[in-house]
């Protein structure tokens, strides 16, 4: 199935747009890319009202976050241990370097 972007005009395989349940076909009206530059202009024009949002949802569900950083740890503890382990030998080989 391909579908054209309501932005770039540009004809493109289903795969390359995002899921929009309230669309018929169930996919956003533009692509993903198109989706993705409008994010960045947004971020980049609201930046401190985005981190202030941001910042005030930390602080109001902190219970919330932790708790899913617990169970997403518990889930996945080797690959976060490999990652940890990866993280300290690199800051090692960038101490003994400097």
Do not use: W
Not at 8 to 36: M, T, W
Request: charged fraction near 35%.
């Amino acid at each position: 199935m391909f579908k054209p972007c309501l932005k770039c005009h540009i004809v493109k395989p289903a795969s390359e747009f995002g899921c929009a349940r309230s669309q018929i076909d169930g996919l956003n009206v533009y692509c993903l890319e198109c989706c993705r530059e409008k994010s960045r202009l947004h971020y980049k024009q609201n930046r401190e009202r985005v981190l202030e949002a941001s910042a005030a949802y930390s602080e109001q569900n902190a219970e919330k976050i932790s708790a899913r950083k617990a169970r997403y740890y518990v889930e996945h503890r080797e690959e976060v241990q490999q990652r940890v382990a990866a993280y300290k030998r690199s800051k090692r080989k960038q101490g003994a370097t400097s």
